[in-house]
């Protein structure tokens, strides 16, 4: 039979002191020089409860009241505390521990507890030093200072972390116990007073006196402390699994008016992320961006990025090309970011198939072109269900689901007459005639019918013109109508154009198609209808001639 090999116990703790007042320095770590003491404005008398060492020197304790700290030093800073901050900063820590170690524990707010039993980069103990050292530092670039113990029960990894180097890895869990101070088991304050008139001082002396002793002269207590000095017992690990909970959040004091606070944030936040997406093994799909501002208004904004990603240059990127267009009505008082995370995107292309060289960056450029000529002039014209000539509307450009050229209705590829669309369609001067039972009536706009030479109106109502198919019909009469609307007589048959004048074609029209009549949306306020011609005039030229409410346009010209 094979043999099992039995696993050694080794657990790691990872330790932050002074939590709280790194949790609200995390984003600015450059203000632990300054004098800076923590408030926790949930109690009804606002004390510190902690200080920085600048502070500290000062003489700021923990337990003063505010006007006691600034009497004792007139340059301190004063920052809430804020559960939501904590609790953030702790899903940060999980989410980055957790790319070290898939059993963690959420010992104590500040302290984790990592089960590292398993891991096949861990048996040599010359590898345990690096892989703390590796640890620590993914911790501190989220702008935290942090400690990190090792050693063969959860209790001795949990000593390691408090009570000696940065970074530390127990080899003789005995003999590290028994230097440490005997307030490394935390007694109360009777014992720990009763034990120092013993001339009790470290660990190991406290052991010697025996359990059962103790436990006569101490009573239970002396029961948990030697329970607390244990180097063998190993206590289960509650494992928790790492939020897919991406929030980041800052309060300006005082507001902010200018781009370059929330960007410097952006940027710090977005490193933030990057790591732990990376831990995790995700990729952002949204950004979410709130600003608070000093009115009371809040302004939301959701940045759907190109393509998942998780590098920070690609995330910060997309929220400053945002707030550089952006202008809101009051100061910032609070900005808070948050992305929705998503697997990874993999693609297989094919042999001669690529993508975008760099999405983000199109989208980008994207973005700026819109903030120039606006939101609703820049995407990828899609065809509306329409039988109005161009009739589109600008969606998101989408690469990734565009239709390949063998995937698109023949019609599309089975073009009749190439005709080129002219866009924006040329204004045009047309001459119609309407032939009626006993009265003909010829129609054109004002300004033409006043621009023409009578010879010129002679030659156009000659006695023959040609309608389509070249058959000749009587000329119609010389009137002239100022209005510029095709009118219909009682029994008059379809108007037919017989001059043309516009900047890309002129002449007396010799053959004519149409009219085709289209409309739309005669059921909304936006409602259409136009009438086109086919035409060819007397020098060649293929035109499509649109009338619109009584305006004439060429739309297209046949090359």
């Given at each position: 039979?094979?043999?099992?090999?039995?696993?050694?116990?080794l657990?790691a703790?990872?330790?932050?002191?002074e939590?709280?007042?790194?949790?609200?320095?995390?984003h600015?770590?450059?203000?632990?020089?300054q004098?800076?003491?923590?408030?926790?404005?949930?109690?009804r008398?606002?004390?510190?409860?902690?200080?920085t060492?600048g502070?500290?020197?000062?003489?700021?304790?923990?337990?003063?009241?505010?006007?006691?700290?600034?009497a004792?030093?007139r340059?301190?800073?004063i920052?809430?505390?804020?559960?939501?901050?904590?609790?953030a900063?702790?899903?940060?820590i999980?989410?980055?521990?957790?790319?070290?170690?898939?059993?963690?524990?959420?010992?104590?707010?500040?302290?984790?507890?990592?089960?590292?039993?398993?891991?096949?980069?861990?048996?040599?103990?010359?590898?345990?030093?690096?892989?703390?050292?590796r640890?620590?530092?993914?911790?501190?670039?989220?702008?935290?200072?942090?400690?990190?113990?090792?050693g063969?029960?959860?209790n001795v990894?949990?000593?390691a972390?408090?009570?000696?180097?940065?970074?530390f890895?127990?080899?003789?869990?005995?003999?590290?116990?028994s230097t440490?101070?005997?307030?490394?088991?935390?007694?109360?304050a009777?014992?720990?007073?009763?034990?120092?008139?013993?001339?009790?001082?470290t660990?190991g002396?406290f052991?010697?006196?025996?359990?059962?002793?103790?436990?006569?002269?101490?009573?239970?207590?002396?029961?948990?402390?030697?329970?607390?000095?244990?180097?063998?017992?190993?206590?289960p690990?509650r494992?928790?699994?790492?939020?897919e909970?991406?929030?980041?959040?800052?309060?300006?004091?005082?507001?902010?008016?200018?781009?370059?606070?929330?960007?410097?944030?952006?940027?710090?936040?977005?490193?933030?992320f990057?790591?732990?997406?990376?831990?995790?093994?995700?990729?952002?799909?949204?950004?979410?961006?709130?600003?608070?501002?000093?009115?009371?208004q809040?302004?939301?904004?959701?940045l759907?990025?190109?393509?998942?990603?998780?590098?920070?240059?690609?995330?910060?990127?997309?929220?400053?090309?945002y707030?550089?267009?952006?202008?809101?009505?009051?100061?910032?008082?609070?900005m808070?970011?948050?992305?929705?995370?998503?697997r990874?995107?993999?693609?297989?292309?094919?042999?001669?198939?690529?993508?975008?060289?760099d999405?983000?960056?199109?989208q980008e450029?994207?973005?700026?072109?819109s903030?120039?000529?606006?939101?609703?002039r820049?995407?990828?014209?899609?065809?509306?269900?329409?039988?109005r000539?161009?009739a589109?509307?600008?969606?998101?450009?989408?690469?990734?689901?565009?239709?390949?050229?063998?995937?698109?209705?023949?019609?599309?590829?089975?073009?009749?007459?190439?005709?080129?669309?002219?866009?924006?369609?040329s204004?045009?001067?047309?001459?119609?005639?309407?032939?009626?039972g006993?009265?003909t009536?010829?129609?054109a706009?004002?300004?033409?019918?006043?621009?023409?030479?009578?010879?010129?109106?002679?030659?156009?109502?000659?006695?023959?013109?040609?309608k389509?198919?070249?058959?000749?019909?009587p000329?119609?009469?010389?009137?002239?109508?100022?209005?510029?609307k095709?009118?219909?007589?009682?029994?008059?048959?379809?108007?037919q154009?017989?001059?043309?004048?516009?900047?890309v074609?002129?002449?007396?029209?010799?053959?004519?198609?149409?009219?085709v009549?289209?409309?739309?949306?005669?059921?909304?306020?936006?409602?259409?209808?136009?009438?086109?011609w086919?035409?060819?005039?007397?020098?060649?030229?293929?035109l499509?001639?649109?009338?619109r409410?009584?305006?004439?346009?060429?739309?297209?010209?046949?090359?």
């Amino acid at each position: 039979m094979k043999e099992t090999m039995a696993v050694t116990p080794l657990f790691a703790v990872l330790h932050l002191p002074e939590f709280p007042l790194q949790s609200a320095l995390r984003h600015q770590p450059e203000l632990w020089d300054q004098p800076i003491a923590l408030l926790d404005p949930a109690q009804r008398v606002a004390r510190v409860i902690a200080a920085t060492p600048g502070a500290r020197a000062a003489g700021v304790l923990e337990g003063l009241m505010t006007p006691q700290a600034l009497a004792r030093c007139r340059e301190l800073l004063i920052r809430p505390r804020s559960a939501e901050g904590e609790a953030a900063t702790m899903d940060a820590i999980v989410q980055v521990a957790f790319g070290f170690s898939p059993a963690i524990e959420d010992t104590t707010p500040g302290l984790l507890t990592l089960d590292l039993r398993g891991l096949p980069s861990l048996l040599e103990p010359s590898q345990r030093q690096a892989w703390a050292e590796r640890l620590k530092g993914a911790i501190d670039a989220l702008g935290l200072r942090s400690r990190v113990g090792v050693g063969p029960t959860p209790n001795v990894a949990r000593l390691a972390a408090l009570w000696s180097e940065e970074v530390f890895v127990v080899a003789d869990a005995t003999g590290f116990v028994s230097t440490l101070p005997i307030a490394a088991l935390e007694p109360t304050a009777h014992v720990a007073e009763i034990l120092g008139q013993w001339g009790v001082r470290t660990v190991g002396e406290f052991l010697a006196l025996g359990r059962a002793e103790l436990a006569d002269r101490l009573g239970l207590e002396a029961l948990a402390l030697f329970a607390s000095a244990s180097t063998t017992s190993v206590r289960p690990v509650r494992q928790i699994r790492p939020p897919e909970r991406f929030e980041e959040f800052w309060e300006f004091d005082p507001a902010v008016e200018t781009l370059e606070p929330l960007l410097f944030l952006c940027r710090r936040f977005t490193d933030s992320f990057a790591q732990r997406l990376e831990a995790l093994g995700l990729a952002a799909e949204h950004l979410i961006l709130r600003l608070r501002l000093e009115s009371g208004q809040d302004h939301r904004k959701r940045l759907r990025l190109p393509e998942p990603a998780r590098r920070s240059e690609a995330l910060f990127q997309c929220l400053q090309t945002y707030l550089e267009t952006l202008r809101t009505e009051a100061p910032v008082v609070g900005m808070e970011l948050s992305l929705e995370p998503t697997r990874p995107r993999q693609r297989q292309f094919s042999l001669f198939e690529a993508a975008v060289r760099d999405p983000h960056q199109f989208q980008e450029t994207l973005a700026r072109l819109s903030a120039l000529v606006g939101g609703d002039r820049v995407g990828s014209p899609v065809r509306e269900d329409s039988h109005r000539t161009d009739a589109f509307r600008l969606v998101s450009p989408d690469f990734d689901n565009a239709p390949t050229v063998e995937s698109r209705p023949g019609r599309w590829l089975q073009a009749s007459t190439p005709m080129r669309r002219l866009r924006p369609p040329s204004p045009a001067r047309v001459e119609i005639h309407v032939l009626g039972g006993a009265s003909t009536t010829s129609i054109a706009p004002p300004d033409l019918a006043s621009r023409l030479s009578p010879d010129r109106v002679s030659a156009l109502l000659s006695p023959t013109f040609c309608k389509d198919g070249g058959d000749p019909m009587p000329a119609p009469g010389p009137s002239v109508s100022k209005t510029p609307k095709p009118r219909r007589t009682s029994g008059s048959k379809t108007p037919q154009p017989v001059f043309v004048s516009s900047t890309v074609a002129s002449g007396r029209i010799r053959r004519v198609q149409g009219p085709v009549r289209r409309s739309g949306h005669w059921w909304e306020a936006h409602a259409w209808a136009e009438e086109a011609w086919q035409v060819e005039t007397d020098r060649g030229q293929v035109l499509s001639l649109v009338c619109r409410e009584g305006h004439w346009t060429v739309d297209a010209v046949a090359d």
